[in-house]
C-alpha cells in the first residue's frame, strides 16, 4: 500500500480508503437496499483493511442514520485499532430526523452534527469533516465562517467538500484565504471510468489549488464489479433494486468488455482495472472502495497490484472519451495558437 500526501497538509493517507456505506440497514429505508452488515462482519472487514496499510476509514452521519459511524466507532474499539494510526472521516447535511433544524449546513446543525458523530464514533475529534452536498439555504460565507470555528475547537481537524459545484467551491477557498479561515483541503466525487465529469471543470480546479480528490463509486455502483455484461444485466446486486448513480449503461458494457481484455494480462478482475484507472488519474489521492464481503475487499485491495499501461489508458479512452461542453472546447480551439 503507497502513502499520499492530502494537498499542502503535510498529512498521508492510503492510495486506498475504506468506505462504510454497507455498514448498518437495518430499518434505514433506502439504506437497507446498500448493505446490512452487522458488528461481527464489519470488525472483520475493518481488521482486513487495516491489516492490508488502509489507514484511511469513510462513513457519513446520513449513513443508515448513525448506524454506520456507530458500527465503525465500536470496530475501532473492538480491534484496538491505535487512534494515532488512523484517518476518520465524516459528514455532514442529510437530515437525521423529523426536526426542523437537523438538516443542512447551518451553524447549529453543523456543531450539533458534529457532537453526534463523535459520540458514535467513540472518538475525541475527527480528522476529516466533509460536508456532504449544497445547502441552498446558507450562504458559502455562513458554511466556511462555521467550519473555521468547528475546526478550532479542536472537534475537528481539516474540512473537505462533496458534491459542490468548481465555481461554489473557488468562491468558498477565495473567501477563506482572504479572511484567514480553515481552507478545504480536497474533494469527494463521483468518479468512475465510464462517469468523468469532474474532468470538465472540478479537476482542472483541484489541481490549481492544490486539492486532494477522493473518488466515491470508482466502480459506478457496482456496474464495473464484473457481475454486469450484456448477457447477464441482473447480477443480485443492490443495482437490481437501488440503480445509482445513474450511468450510461451501453458505455459501461463496453467498458466491462475491455476491463476484462485487459484484465486478462494482469490476471485482474474487471473491478481491478476499474480500481486501478481511477487511482491513475490526475490528482488522485485516495479511492474509497465499499465492501459487502471479505473476497470483495481483498479483490479491490489487490487492485494496488499492478499499473495499467500507456496503452491501456489510451485504449479505455477510446471507449470511455468526456465529450467536450463549451466552453470548453471553445478554450481548446481558440489556445491553439499557443501550442
Known sequence: MKYNYVGETGLMVSELCFGTMTFGGQNAGV??????????????????????????????????????????????????????????????????????????LSRYHIFNSVDASLKRLQLDHLDILYVHGV???????????????IVNTGKVRYIAICNWPAWMVAEAQTIAHYRGWQK??????????????????LVPMAQKQNLSIFPWSPLAGGFLSGKFTREQSSAGSRRDVFDFPPIDKEKAYDLVDLFKTIGDQYNASVA?????????????????????????????????????????????????????LYPAWMVKQQSSYRQ
Open 135 to 149: 445547502d441552498p439555504k446558507t450562504s458559502v460565507e455562513q458554511n466556511v465562517h462555521t467550519l473555521n470555528d
Open 31 to 104: 439504506w437497507d437496499n446498500i448493505g446490512k452488515l452487522q458488528q461481527q462482519e464489519v470488525n472483520s472487514l475493518i481488521k482486513s483493511a487495516f491489516d492490508a496499510g488502509i489507514n484511511f476509514f469513510d462513513t457519513a452521519n446520513i449513513y443508515s442514520y448513525g448506524q454506520s459511524e456507530q458500527l465503525l466507532g465500536q470496530s475501532l474499539k473492538d480491534l484496538s485499532v491505535p487512534r494515532d494510526q488512523i484517518i476518520v472521516a465524516t459528514k455532514v447535511l442529510g437530515r437525521m430526523d423529523d426536526h426542523p433544524n437537523s438538516l443542512g
Open 272 to 324: 481491478q482495472v476499474a480500481l486501478a484507472w481511477v487511482r491513475q488519474q490526475p490528482g488522485i489521492t485516495s479511492t474509497i472502495i465499499g465492501a459487502k464481503t471479505i473476497g470483495q475487499l481483498n479483490d479491490n485491495i489487490s487492485s494496488v497490484k499492478f499499473d495499467l499501461s500507456a496503452d491501456d489508458l489510451q485504449k479505455i479512452d477510446q471507449v470511455s472519451p468526456l465529450p467536450k
Open 184 to 201: 478545504f483541503i480536497g474533494l469527494q466525487y463521483f468518479y468512475s471510468a465510464v462517469t468523468r465529469d469532474i474532468e470538465q471543470e
